[in-house]
């Protein structure tokens, strides 16, 4: 069932009126009378339907399908509907992909959607500050400036977006076609790198990973329970694979991550040096008569343990025993993390690492072939940084009159060396289609405030395919603002002014969608069900599942492989690890409080930043828990508290993504750091990404000090009162065969 | 049907609880595991001087109920179902009044936000805080549903006894006006004498 209530043709001031007991203080609240929540008589409105829904009873919930838009996941989700209003989603259980659950991320949705610090109205830039301008006046510049009249040539007007997929994908490349423009897709959290490696290791890009079928699982930093690829898939993956016989998890990584967390033998290891304890593994698995694959032939020669545990840190004997691990636990998984992806030789480093799993006979079994997706045109066209960069040197050489951004805050997630909010200057006319106002809107021209994904039609098609399946999206409520256009409404606005012939036949994107949906092939729905029930049917489940045809995974021969240890010392003698929580991702949940108030997952700290160091290094530097550091790098500094534990390799500082906004509401700004902003602009010589766990730091303390508010002071000590029980490591490693 | 289905779901939910409960002499007359021969309820004591709300309408509740004998629950009708009791849409009221009294000015007034298709926007008088989870559902059952007095003789004089418990006697007004105080401790003056729960979550969850 969809909600009837979105096709009624109603103003604004009518649908408030119609929305039950809904009282005036919260129906108002994004509107032009301020809040009023009182339990003093005759002070606020309650409203009756004019006519009732058949189905709508006040005070009783209604659930709603649709799909989560939080990461690019693409988790299915029910929505609960009360008196016309979303009050609290869940995961589907049908969905392949979150099999009913939901991550923290996802669960703070509404605070995406009821936020105060959302754009109610566009906004012009007239010298320097914004003005309101209604809706027509807007439509009106935007296709002055990008219509056909506006003759803008080729590769004039730019997008620059997050990972799409679904409809809105195929309106995109259409808009970008229609006006011989180029699409720009940006994120941080990205696993671009690994699927380079899996582009030319197995000839696709994204392969399926079955971590329930492994063993044992030995993941380079890949944090699969919090941010890596689809963290609630694996999650439900894990359970399976610690369900007996109990797989072992192995985690190695410079800095502890949630999945690391869980790991039953967790291994420091010194931050880009990935690769060489891969090729060490390889080695000790070679001298163990396991045949090495033809790249690493000539190569592992080089990596006797003793030489990689002085490269890594890692000690000889830890080598032997998970060379020795890896080749009693069959089938295995070995996962690179973007730590491991993320270097000045992330390419490599990710190979080596694969390579493992072809040497240890896991692709066929562990690794299968995610497929063909039978609609390409709806394929994830998933964000990297390599566009970042290209983007950012389009905008130095005034590449683009016009650039238009979705999804996506790159002058926030831009590293300073880009100079992006000073290159944007060159653009005359920027246009950010954006609910915040974010660091990129603050540098835009027009601000187009775009519906939230609760308020939007959409389809999705994950990059991470675990069962092929394209999520539908629907709004659960109507709009908060009126005139607020999703991303489908405002590319098919786009286009129509361009090719009124092809477009005009849609009133909006839902006709769009509708239509698009029910031209599926024949097979898609059961026989006889007419357009209506089938479309109904798709809304109901939220989702459509798809064939994917997949042959067998074969490995191909990988060649130019060279890797050489990173360098250790000299003035930055720290590796800077920007590292990603599954609470503010990219930086992007920064403004919903219920992530800032969540503790984090490793640390317990609440509305801050900070820096994760090694007590060594804290002994060296002289500093406790709460001392502010400088964290200088030759691009810049940022200050954090310092947070002092032992899941951090001594040469590393770790500093959570997402936090330093100068922007982006009350809840974002001016709170913690943002490490993104201090990284060296060094790529990856053969995908081009940003190696952006490869920046070398110096931290000093300023002298400064203040308390690290987290949930559980004192947490390590339990008081002499066993509040948890504990064994010893060697007794744990012991009864659980590691 | 469904109402009561659903009730005896949740009994059977928690029926352990009021059981332990009732065991350790939390509750003493009524528990889910043992049903009470039904009554009158006791009504809570204590009374409060409301103000008198200026409603867009002024709503004449007496002649709809003492004059006319409608059931509260005719108009009220989410109440059996849903944590509120829900105001009627204004459709029901014409449903009447479309051909009755169309000559008065209160009907008159109606008949025009009807054919603006406005809302009508009452003032809220009857409201617990946000930590407060009241159901009337719960409760009608209790008091109304479960209860042969009302049920073998249902009319609204039967009816209009339970919902005055907490509104006032609406036969005797025009529109709503606070008559009790609807504190906590008023509440559980009632759920003590009646045998209503008495665990903190109940209520505040």
Redesign the interface.
């Known amino acids: 069932m969809e909600l009837t209530m979105i096709n009624l043709k109603l103003k604004r001031r ?1 649908f408030l ?2 929305m ?2 809904g ?1 005036a203080g919260a129906t108002l609240a994004g509107c032009d009378l301020p809040t009023t ?1 009182t ?1 003093e ?12 829904e058949e189905y709508a ?4 919930g209604v659930w709603y399908a649709s799909t989560c838009a939080q990461c690019a996941a693409g988790c299915g989700i029910h929505g609960r509907v009360r008196e016309g209003r979303v009050l609290k989603l869940e995961g589907n259980p049908d969905s392949p992909i979150n099999h009913g659950k939901l991550c923290q991320m996802g669960q703070a949705g509404v605070q995406n959607h009821y936020n105060p610090d959302r754009y109610t109205s566009p906004k012009l830039r007239r010298d320097g500050a914004l003005v309101d301008i209604t809706w027509d006046e807007a439509w009106k510049l935007i296709e002055e400036k990008t219509g056909a009249a506006a003759n803008l040539g080729a590769g004039r007007l730019a997008w620059v977006t997050g990972t799409l997929s679904g409809h809105q994908a195929a309106l995109m490349a259409a808009h970008i076609e229609a006006v011989n423009g180029k699409h720009y897709g940006h994120e941080v959290i990205t696993p671009a790198v690994w699927q380079a490696v899996n582009k030319d290791l197995f000839g696709e890009a994204m392969p399926r990973l079955h971590l329930s079928k492994a063993k044992l699982a030995l993941s380079f930093g890949a944090d699969f329970l919090g941010t890596w690829l689809s963290p609630v898939h694996f999650s439900t993956e894990y359970a399976q694979f610690r369900k007996a016989p109990r797989g072992i998890l192995i985690q190695v990584e410079p800095a502890m991550s949630l999945t690391g967390a869980n790991a039953d033998l967790w291994l420091a290891i010194r931050p880009g040096t990935e690769g060489a304890l891969a090729l060490g593994l390889a080695y000790m698995l070679a001298q163990n008569g396991v045949a090495a694959p033809d790249a690493l032939q000539g190569v592992i020669g080089d990596y006797a343990p003793s030489k990689v545990a002085g490269i890594t840190g890692v000690s000889e004997a830890r080598i032997t025993q998970l060379a020795e691990l890896l080749r009693k636990h069959a089938p295995s998984l070995v996962l690179p993390g973007y730590t491991a992806q993320g270097q000045a030789q992330g390419y490599e480093t990710t190979a080596a690492i694969m390579l493992l799993n072809v040497m240890l006979g896991n692709v066929g079994q562990t690794i299968t072939s995610g497929g063909e997706f039978p609609f390409p045109q709806l394929a994830a066209k998933s964000g990297n940084t390599r566009d970042l960069i290209a983007f950012a040197d389009a905008a130095h050489n005034k590449a683009h009159d016009v650039v238009f951004f979705y999804g996506v805050n790159p002058v926030f997630t831009a590293p300073a060396a880009l100079n992006l909010a000073d290159r944007l200057k060159n653009i005359p006319f920027k246009v950010a289609f954006t609910q915040f106002p974010d660091e990129t809107a603050a540098q835009c021209d027009l601000i187009m405030p775009v519906a939230s994904y609760l308020e939007d039609w959409g389809t999705h098609a994950p990059a991470y395919q675990p069962d092929g399946v394209i999520g539908l999206q629907q709004p659960l409520m109507e709009t908060l603002y009126p005139g607020t256009p999703g991303l489908g409404d405002a590319l098919l606005t786009l286009l129509k002014a361009r090719d009124a012939g092809k477009y005009g036949a849609w009133n909006n994107y839902y006709g769009y969608l509708k239509q698009a949906v029910t031209s599926l092939p024949a097979q898609y729905r059961s026989a006889g069900q007419s357009d209506e029930a089938f479309w109904q049917s798709v809304l109901q489940k939220g989702q459509l599942k798809v064939e994917v045809k997949s042959g067998a995974l074969q490995a191909k021969p990988l060649s130019g492989f060279n890797l050489s240890a990173p360098a250790t010392g000299g003035d930055y003698p720290l590796t800077l690890i920007p590292s990603p929580r599954l609470s503010f991702w990219d930086g992007r949940h920064a403004n919903l409080p219920w992530i800032q108030e969540a503790p984090d997952q490793i640390t317990k700290v609440v509305w801050d930043s900070w820096a994760e160091i090694h007590p060594a290094t804290a002994a060296r530097l002289g500093v406790e828990e709460g001392d502010v550091l400088e964290i200088a790098s030759e691009q810049g500094a940022i200050k954090v508290k310092a947070f002092i534990h032992k899941g951090v390799h001594p040469d590393a500082i770790a500093v959570p993504m997402g936090q330093g906004h100068d922007d982006y509401g009350r809840y974002a700004r001016n709170r913690g750091a943002n490490p993104l902003r201090i990284l060296n602009p060094v790529t990856d010589a053969k995908t081009g990404e940003l190696a952006l766990y490869g920046t070398r730091v110096k931290a000093t303390p300023t002298g400064e000090r203040q308390m690290l508010v987290k949930a559980g002071r004192d947490n390590i000590s339990q008081r002499g009162r066993k509040l948890a029980a504990t064994i010893s490591a060697e007794q744990f490693r012991r009864t659980e065969g590691v | 049907m469904q109402l009561i289905g659903t009730s005896r779901t949740r009994a059977g939910r928690y029926g352990w609880l009021a059981a332990a409960l009732c065991m350790a002499g939390v509750l003493n007359t009524a528990s889910a595991a043992e049903p009470v021969s039904m009554q009158y309820p006791i009504a809570p004591q204590g009374s409060y001087k409301g103000l008198d709300v200026q409603q867009p309408i002024e709503f004449p509740h007496d002649i709809h109920t003492a004059v006319n004998k409608i059931n509260c629950l005719y108009c009220h009708t989410y109440a059996r179902q849903s944590k509120v009791a829900g105001i009627p849409p204004t459709s029901k009221c014409m449903g009447c009044h479309s051909v009755i009294a169309t000559d008065k000015p209160r009907i008159q007034k109606l008949t025009e936000y009807w054919t603006n298709k406005q809302p009508i926007p009452w003032l809220k008088v009857h409201d617990v805080p946000d930590f407060v989870h009241f159901t009337h559902e719960r409760h009608l059952k209790r008091f109304i549903f479960d209860n042969p007095e009302v049920m073998n003789n249902l009319s609204v004089d039967t009816v209009a006894p339970v919902c005055a418990m907490c509104h006032g006697d609406m036969r005797a007004k025009t529109v709503a006006r606070k008559d009790k105080p609807m504190t906590m401790g008023w509440c559980v003056s009632c759920h003590e004498k009646n045998g209503g729960p008495g665990d903190c979550w109940k209520c505040h969850k």
């Open positions: 009518e009126q119609l039950g007991w009282t929540v339990l008589e005759g002070k606020e409105e309650v409203v009756a339907y004019l006519s009732p009873i006040p005070g009783v």
